[in-house]
């Protein structure tokens, strides 16, 4: 059966949540209340089967969802973001005949909180190298050292997934696993003072000699852009869920702007409402059209995940401008809509005020706008050098 948003997070749910979006944001701490009642509901099993106590959704439905989350509280959103990806992986690699990650499902099921520790600082080849070293040892564990940064929920995670590189063996390979909170080599650094997504708390964390056994090594890959189905798994939850994120905070700013043009008037007009101004409708108009096209767009491209299409070289080209597009929506939506709101949405403590910093987050994700364009010439043209000039 179709999971309807509005009944997973109910509208008393979300106007709680965004009152105390401004004091998470204010104070930098991460929003403890929110993921009581996110649990209460039974959202972080979102997407674990109904047979494992979920809601068993689809990685649509889930996209859906986490852009209504993200209109009430955005860091929340997009701390909660990186958790679901984890059961969003499993599901895709299960559909494909690839079981790695059952553990991980019955984890999530049992109420553990997973985060991703991906990002590393000077490294722009993001999932395709790694500056972490990965050790094997004797037993078949790997000794992590090195520095992940960006590591969403990290008050509260109990389950992260990390990977480092292992240059041991004739070809050098990137060795995924999963770390438990407590375990010798961990350390959290309370380091998250930002512009915006605040309360995400998206702190370093420092592995010295952090060990994952063999039973918890759940992938080892090439160094290098490919297409193994890991790869996959990762970058469609990843960028769809995070382009949905970032299209909640452009359609909260629509609804703010579209509030202030019905009670902000101009005298200019005779006090007539600025929803009466043919350049405030014009622009709110753009605001709409730019926001539902890069929706219907994130939507399909989710939904063709789902239904396992066959797209080849095509999927890496459509993840990534779905994610683009999505994010560069929203960046330019919160800019017009200060406009329509006026000289009081630059107040610090206005709601718009904080979507404009937040929503600026997305410049950083992977993947970013030079490496989507790389992407889409890649696939166009090939590899550089490729066709030398005597051909």
Known sequence: MPIDPCEVLPDDLLTDMRERAARS????????????ALHDVGYLKLMIPEELGGHGATLEEACQAQRRLAT????????????LIWSGMARVLSERGDNSLTQVVQDIADGHVYALGISEAGNDAVLFDSVVNAERLADGSYRYSGTKIFTSLSPVWTRLGVFGRDDSGAEPRLIHGILHRG???????DDWNTLGMRASQSCSTTLKGAIVPPERIVASLPVGPNQEPFVFA???????????????????????????????????????PFADDVQIRDIVARMGLRQLNARVTLEATARDVDKLAEHGAEWFPRLTGAKLHATQAARRTVEEALEVVGGSSFRAGHELSRLYRDVAASVYHPSQDRSVRATYAQWLLG???ATHPDA
């Open 183 to 189: 375990e010798d080599g961990i350390h959290i650094h």
């Open 383 to 385: 590899p550089i050098g």
């Open 25 to 36: 944001d204010g104070e930098n701490v991460f929003p403890d209340d929110d993921l009581e």
């Open 234 to 272: 990762v970058f469609s939850n990843f960028l769809l869920l995070l382009g949905s994120v970032y299209l909640g905070i452009g359609e909260r700013a629509i609804d703010l702007a579209v509030e202030a043009a019905h009670y902000r008037t101009s005298r200019s007009t005779g006090n007539r």
């Open 72 to 83: 009430a509280a955005p860091a929340t959103a997009l701390a909660v973001n990186m958790h």
